[in-house]
């Protein structure tokens, strides 16, 4: 499990910024990939299979059809669960190599465990991304989604409920390529200024960047448990392939960059 | 029964390993910006930049760099013995779910009938084909071809593949199992195992004189009662795989049969424990490392 506590990490940015991250990879067995995330109040599970087969109706030619469910915490599934899909997909969409795996399908699905209204976007578009990770399916670039809340002329980040006390109401969810800085997709709920929209989206391109870290540390803790490379074969004569054996032994090699 | 519950703060928690000078990269972190490199798997050009696809280490064989995930869906060769489960009956074919990115076909023109007789299939074969092959239905089978949409083509022409019964199967990512000539082994603890290059692995008890089982391309079942003893082989060996694959070890019958006996002095019910699996492994890899070194 890796917890990020975003404050002791960048001194620079406010005191009342980012929460504490909480995610893990490869919490399910039976699916391809999936993680759990919980920021603040919000804590969502994510699965996701992909490529599999696709049914007929939802087969494109040309590319893997990304599918989100979502499953609120609670009552039937309604307009507002679809529009979570909407954002998720169509973030997806950008960024992972669906030109890769024609006629296939990659299914998300997004089930919230806890949350605090607030938080679900970015939790559920950072939770996807992270099982997407855990799958290994191809992706240009790793999305990373905050929500930004103006409170007089401050900006608080990926605030808790006792923090947003005094906010007039309107929030920005963000969701930055975190490699080139550019904004991927947006949505705001509630009424903001011109200036308060683009304070929040500033702030909200620096703290993604804190979200990547969360991402790589993530990975790193998943790669760590592996004590030794599964690509350098077997050590014993025996147990090779003849046709590695006429090389020489290990085939492959361990040449890795320095 | 004792029930083993435990918080995921506790869970045992492996010290990073050394990676050495290998390196650890995610997907839109650039590998090198040197344009003299050619592009393998799992990367892509950016303008004059390879950058990664997925999070994985790069590997770099002279020219060629490519960044290889810790797991990936099956990718069939023709000639490998796969296991499979049948999704769906079709005309003149089933649908088997092998792990892999389409589902693969098993054609009933890739089947053999009840006695090896060859011949034409005709319409009453096609009715009786349920009678056969059913949705759930597990079997072994070779890739014979590969169609131009990257699905596969399974035939279990051969008397050794066909429906398996009463026994366990096991999946474990795919790249954990090694290529061999032979994939299936009779271990000397007294159960057969079949080692899927899909992933999947079909543990039973090993039929007792010819013409039994597994000898007869399936149609003829044996569904007696397997004894305790080797229902206990059966369930030993199925955690020891479970433990090798958790430590991301190659699987061959040598590395499975040094696990089962390294796992001799536990109770086959205490190798679900993570300690548990860890140290077989672990006794496991010390000694093949000790035989290879000699």
């Given amino acids: ?258 | 029964m004792e029930v083993d519950i435990r918080l995921a703060a506790e869970r045992l928690r492996q010290e990073e390993a050394t990676r050495g000078a290998a390196q650890l990269v995610t997907p839109g972190d650039t590998v090198t910006g040197d344009g003299g490199f050619m592009r393998g798997h799992g990367t892509y050009k950016d303008g004059e930049n390879l950058v990664a696809s997925v999070a994985g280490f790069v590997r770099r064989i002279n020219r060629l760099i490519s960044v290889q995930p810790l797991k990936a869906r099956y990718n069939g060769e023709i000639g490998d013995v796969v296991i499979g489960r049948v999704i769906e009956v079709q005309q003149k074919r089933w649908k088997v779910d092998t792990c892999s990115r389409l589902h693969s076909l098993l054609m009933l023109s890739s089947v053999n009938l009840p006695g090896g007789e060859q011949r034409r299939k005709t319409q009453e074969d096609e009715l009786a084909m349920r009678s056969y092959l059913e949705e759930g239905d597990l079997i072994s089978a070779e890739v014979q071809n590969i169609f131009s949409d990257g699905s596969l083509s399974l035939h279990t022409r051969s008397l050794k593949y066909g429906k398996l019964s009463q026994g366990v199967m096991v999946a474990v990512p795919s790249n954990l199992v090694l290529r061999r000539k032979n994939h299936f082994h009779d271990l000397p603890c007294g159960a057969t195992v079949i080692l899927g290059n899909n992933g999947y692995i079909w543990i039973c008890a090993t039929a007792v004189g010819e013409d039994g089982g597994a000898g007869t391309g399936g149609y003829v079942q044996n569904l007696e009662r397997v004894p305790l003893p080797e229902r206990e082989v059966i369930s030993r060996l199925r955690n020891c795989i479970l433990a090798l694959a958790g430590s991301w070890m190659m699987l061959y019958d040598t590395s499975i049969l040094y696990a089962f006996e390294a796992s001799s002095k536990f109770q086959a019910r205490d190798l679900l424990k993570p300690e548990v699996m860890a140290e077989v492994a672990d006794l496991t890899r010390k000694r093949l490392d000790l035989e290879a070194a000699e």
């Fill in chain 1, 1 to 258: 499990m890796i917890s990020a506590d975003m404050k002791s990490e960048e001194g620079d940015l406010d005191e009342d910024t980012i929460n504490n991250f909480t995610c893990e990879l490869g919490v399910l067995s039976q699916c391809d990939g999936s993680a759990t995330l919980c920021n603040g109040l919000t804590a969502v599970l994510v699965a996701t299979f992909g490529p599999v087969e696709v049914r007929q109706q939802r087969e494109l030619v040309d590319r893997s059809s990304i599918e989100v469910t979502f499953r609120g915490p609670h009552g039937v599934e309604g307009v507002e669960d679809r529009r979570v899909e909407q954002l998720v997909r169509s973030t997806l969409e950008q960024c992972v190599f669906a030109a890769l795996h024609p006629r296939t399908a990659v299914s998300v699905v997004l089930n919230v465990l806890e949350t605090d209204d607030l938080l679900l976007l970015s939790t559920c578009v950072n939770a996807a991304v992270l099982a997407l990770l855990d799958s290994s399916l191809s992706m240009k670039y790793l999305p990373a989604a905050v929500t930004c809340v103006p409170v007089g002329d401050r900006v608080l980040v990926n605030p808790l409920p006792s923090e947003r006390q005094g906010s007039s109401g309107g929030s920005v969810t963000a969701v930055y390529d975190t490699g080139s800085e550019r904004l991927v997709a947006c949505r705001t709920a509630g009424q903001l200024s011109a200036e308060q929209l683009t304070s929040c989206l500033r702030e909200a391109r620096r703290a993604a960047a804190l979200v990547r870290q969360l991402y790589r540390r993530a990975v790193a803790a998943k790669f760590s448990k592996e004590p030794r490379d599964p690509w350098a074969g077997p050590s014993r004569a025996e147990d090779m392939p003849p046709s590695w054996r006429r090389l020489g032994g290990q085939q492959t090699g361990e040449q890795s960059t320095s």
